[in-house]
């Protein structure tokens, strides 16, 4: 594995590994690597002959009151986990690297940035269409892997590409949990023990959601009161936000049919964590997403069917 911290000579290899006829697969990462990161760079590694990752925390993404400083970063156990699942090259730009200047342009999406969690953080769906953005411009063509734990991010960079025009296929890999269900993240390494123990209670809301779709409901009011109704169960559990939403655009939805987002944010102690499963809705047919347990082969999607 090369590492490289110059915008310069990662855009120069891309280039010439794609002279050379060889596909680049990118995943994009802010680092603090955990299964659920791996999951995407295995992802690029079986689809591409060259596979790219960046490390880079973008400051650009976190608002003034946000967690910048404390995020965490572990950049030897990162190196030697994307050396591990078969990464060509990682990219570990500093900050002057990727902002020369403070930059007088941003990308911003609208809309679908300002809901869910766009609400409580303004900027920070800029600060990610922005540097993603400028990965992509720096990776060039390529096939971008990204997280659907990160479902309205996801919706975003599609949105992005697409209006855009960017040279580049985005694929949503399966969410990844613990053993008990909770979804991995960076940001869980700021969950006391306590705390850790209580945060099952979202993955377990989530369930009991996909549970009562699969047993008729199709309110998304009812859904969405049910969920509230789970969480309320842990006293340590904050809910900031349940949504029921169409996962491309993120439109509100009250009659649950088609493909559904269902999305929580909620503070656990110090952390904020978001989880969501997607439900594949037609007429009496119910399809659950809901991610995948890490210790399983990364193919067996659990599915709650009728
Ligand atoms: O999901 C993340 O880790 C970040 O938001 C991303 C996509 C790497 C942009 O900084």
Known sequence: MITASGVAEVRSACDEARRAGRRVGFVP?????????????????VGNDVVVASIFVNPLQFGPTEDLERYPRDLAGDSAAAEAEGVDLLFLPAVDEMYPEPPLTTVHVAGLSEVLCGASRPG??????TVVAKLLSIVGPCTAYFGR?????LAVVRRMVSDLHLPADVVGCPLVRERDGVAMSSRNAYLSE?????APVLFGALRAAAAAVTGGERSGGALRRLIAREVA????????????????????????????LVAVAARVGSARLIDN????IRDADVVADL????????????????
């Open 29 to 45: 990462t802010m680092g603090f690597l955990h299964p659920g990161h791996r999951s995407l760079m295995r992802a690029a590694r």
């Open 124 to 129: 920070h769906f800029d600060g990610v269409a």
């Open 149 to 153: 734990k990160d479902a309205q991010q």
């Open 194 to 198: 306590e705390d850790r123990r209580a």
């Open 233 to 260: 169960r842990e006293p340590r559990v904050a809910l900031e936000y349940v949504a029921t939403c169409r996962p491309d655009d993120l439109e509100p939805l009250d009659h649950l049919e088609g493909d559904v």
């Open 277 to 280: 499963i997607t439900l594949c």
């Open 291 to 306: 991610g995948v347990v890490t210790d399983r082969p990364e193919s067996e999607v659990l599915c709650a069917e009728r």
